[in-house]
């Protein structure tokens, strides 16, 4: 572990007893299982959902058996854990997971949508079938295992829902534009999505966790981004992670609505 990088999950118990849902866990290196652990550090049990098909297209190593070796370990450090695949870019596939981890592990306090599907496009190359496939992943299952999520709790202090932005609204990205316009979307959704289910104890928030390398990097890309973050570093998933398990925390209850960008003082431009 390198001088300027995040320390280990410390453990605690706040989150036992509850039961979270995590999607887009397929790397070993990704926001997605980063998210996993820090939630099973606070005592969570974790449900996690992965697509292989997904991240067998992307040029990153695909880590085909990280979910399994995910669960084994996060069993072994005591929480109940179980994964699904599921291609949530299919209508039925957010009901179905949700019926799936009440059946295995109980009913969900804590829904976490990291799942995002992403490529470059630009105004040269976007269409409408790279359109669709953003939006069914990014916003159809996202806003539908939201708005299941909150159908089914039982209400009360202690709902979490916590989205994943991309920080578009902070500057172009004109090689993303699918990407774009979905990101926006959640940030837009988590806000209005707040407001209507504050009274039955569920809080919803969105995080931006700015450049994080999660494997996609290019060394060029990296000697590019680096000079732009402050700390000297570039962003890991564990700094995502940490935020999220704060947001689903009890602490945070009084936080909600929120687009958080938390970026360690990245410099566009």
């Known amino acids: 572990m390198s001088q300027n990088a995040p320390e280990p999950f410390t ?9 979270a849902v995590v999607t887009g866990v397929g790397r070993r290196r990704g926001i ?4 996993c652990r820090a939630l099973a550090a606070r005592g969570a049990d974790i449900v996690l959902s992965y697509w292989k098909s997904y991240d ?4 990153w190593d ?10 084994e370990e996060l069993r072994a450090v005591g929480v109940r854990a179980a994964g699904l695949e599921v291609d949530l870019s299919l209508p039925e596939s957010p009901k179905r997971l949700l019926d799936a981890a009440e059946e295995r592990l109980g009913r969900p306090s804590i829904l976490v949508n990291t799942a995002a599907h992403s490529t470059r496009d630009g105004y040269e190359a976007l269409d409408a079938g790279t359109l669709d496939a953003h939006y069914a992943v990014n916003v159809r299952a996202m806003a539908l295992l939201s708005v299941l999520f909150a159908r089914r709790y039982p209400g009360g202090p202690g709902g979490r829902i916590v989205n994943f ?16 316009i979905t990101k926006g979307a959640i940030e837009a959704f988590t806000g209005s999505l707040a407001a209507g289910v504050g009274d039955r104890g569920i809080t919803v928030n969105a995080v931006n966790p700015g450049p994080t390398d999660t494997g996609w990097m290019t060394e060029e890309l990296e000697r590019e981004l680096l000079p732009k973050f402050p700390a000297g570093r570039i962003g890991q998933p564990e700094d995502a992670a940490r935020l ?3 947001l689903a925390s009890d602490e945070a209850a009084w936080i909600t609505g929120q687009t958080i960008h938390s970026e360690g003082g990245f410099v566009r431009g």
């Open 32 to 35: 997605g299982s980063a998210v």
């Open 11 to 19: 453990r605690t118990e706040e989150l036992r007893g509850r039961v």
């Open 165 to 180: 932005s991309s920080g578009q609204s902070l500057g172009p990205m004109e090689e993303e534009l699918a990407y774009v």
């Open 62 to 71: 695909p880590d085909e058996n990280e979910p399994e070796r995910l669960v």
């Open 244 to 246: 999220v398990a704060f």
């Open 56 to 59: 067998r297209e992307m040029p």
